[in-house]
């Protein structure tokens, strides 16, 4: 009864002080249950908003308001969605314009590092910072970071993005479901390793690793060089999705026409295993080839449905430290809209590639990663394909539908 009339109490003093409340229905067209489907609201047509609260079945659950494109002003409120197999759910979206974003369990996790001299562990650096740009003739921006990129989480994944033309993706697998990287900072310690932490679990070089995007010079993809500069930038931490961001200005992708300012965006859902890519370029590029794909992993077994899902099961040292490594077993994979599919390039011992390009100036598609080291996840190339071609019909064929 008490639990009831708080819930009672907090909605009519939410609704005394809203400015607006948007009543949000979400469906599920799949006979599967949805788990942790994330609702997105743009805020763009109702004012200044400071916080928000989301309400369903009469009871208070996590949202997150995120200021995109770091004006001070929120430009979105997001929450996660539990659906049944064919449900349709209301949800009440209240918001204010006084006050401060509400606080939740941090379910996602997002770093980018200094190196910091005096700290001798690898895995307690902190000279803590959000953004960092190099001028296009940095020597060696690679290591200007300590582990060399942003890096962001969420229970079932981990990954850093090089600080370099490549902008490689570079993996953490993971033995149990939490967040790890605030702790080994994507360097393991012997201590940590014994008490179940993950660790670094692929070998990327100058590869795609998982789904970097590049250039495209008619026969190989080419790094994202020369630029008149590169930026990393955590544009928010959480608690249900991290958002990161690359920004390459004055890219050369193509010798004589003209340079283009690149923007790539990685967002990082609570509770998934894929992530989101969208790449948004200052001019309309459909004149402009460009790559993307997956590693060919070592001895690797590779699926394409020839409709822009495409991966690979291997197995490989992810480093050439062999003696503090070990080889790791990964699935990985990669879903692009038919629409941005130029072609889909045979198999070399480096990529699994495809060739992609936009009508206009954005483009996106998702990336997606497995280690055979976890305990909730998959350990055969079988297991992992067939979880994908879910997956697909998921986010591809049957998303969830938002009315408000």
Excluded at 20 to 49: C, F, H, M, W
Excluded at 361 to 373: A, P, T
Aim: overall charge neutral; proline content about 4%.
């Amino acid at each position: 009864m008490r639990k009831v009339l708080s819930i009672a109490l907090l909605t009519f003093f939410s609704a005394a002080l809203a400015q607006q409340t948007i009543t949000v229905s979400v469906s599920n067209p799949s006979k599967s249950a949805r788990t942790d489907e994330p609702v997105v609201i743009n805020l763009s047509n109702y004012g200044i908003i400071q916080s928000a609260l989301v309400t369903t079945d009469g009871r208070e659950i996590p949202c997150q308001l995120d200021d995109l494109n770091q004006d001070d002003v929120y430009d979105e409120v997001c929450f996660l969605a539990d659906l049944k197999g064919m449900e349709k759910k209301q949800y009440q979206v209240i918001l204010y314009t006084e006050g401060e974003p509400r606080s939740y369990p941090a379910r996602v996790f997002a770093e980018m590092l200094m190196r910091n001299d005096k700290v001798k562990e690898k895995n307690k650096h902190n000279n803590f910072i959000e953004s960092i740009t190099a001028r296009g003739d940095c020597a060696y921006s690679y290591n200007l970071q300590h582990h060399h990129g942003v890096d962001f989480e969420s229970e079932l994944n981990g990954i850093r993005i090089y600080f370099d033309q490549r902008q490689t993706l570079d993996l953490y697998g993971k033995f149990q479901k939490r967040l790890e990287l605030q702790a080994t900072q994507f360097y393991t310690s012997n201590e940590q390793k014994a008490a179940g932490y993950g660790d670094d679990v692929l070998w990327v070089g100058n590869t795609f690793g998982l789904g970097a995007f590049r250039g495209w010079n008619g026969k190989e993809p080419t790094m994202i060089d020369p630029v008149r500069s590169r930026t990393q930038r955590v544009i928010s931490y959480g608690p249900l999705r991290t958002i990161v961001e690359i920004f390459d200005r004055g890219w050369q992708a193509i010798e004589g026409k003209p340079k283009l300012n690149m923007t790539l965006r990685y967002t990082q859902y609570a509770g998934h295993r894929d992530t989101d890519v969208d790449v948004f370029f200052n001019r309309p590029v459909a004149d402009y080839p460009f790559s993307t794909g997956i590693i060919n992993v070592k001895n690797s077994v590779e699926y394409s449905d020839k409709k822009g899902l495409r991966a690979c099961w291997g197995t490989d040292w992810p480093s050439s430290d062999t003696i503090n490594f070990k080889r790791e077993t990964v699935g990985l994979g990669i879903c692009i809209p038919l629409k941005y599919v130029k072609s889909e390039e045979p198999a070399n011992k480096d990529n699994y590639a495809f060739v992609v390009g936009t009508a206009d100036n954005h483009l996106q598609y998702k990336v997606i990663y497995c280690s055979d080291n976890e305990n909730f996840g998959y350990h055969s190339a079988k297991e992992w394909f067939d979880f994908l071609k879910g997956w697909k019909k998921e986010v591809a064929d049957k998303p969830i539908t938002v009315a408000y």
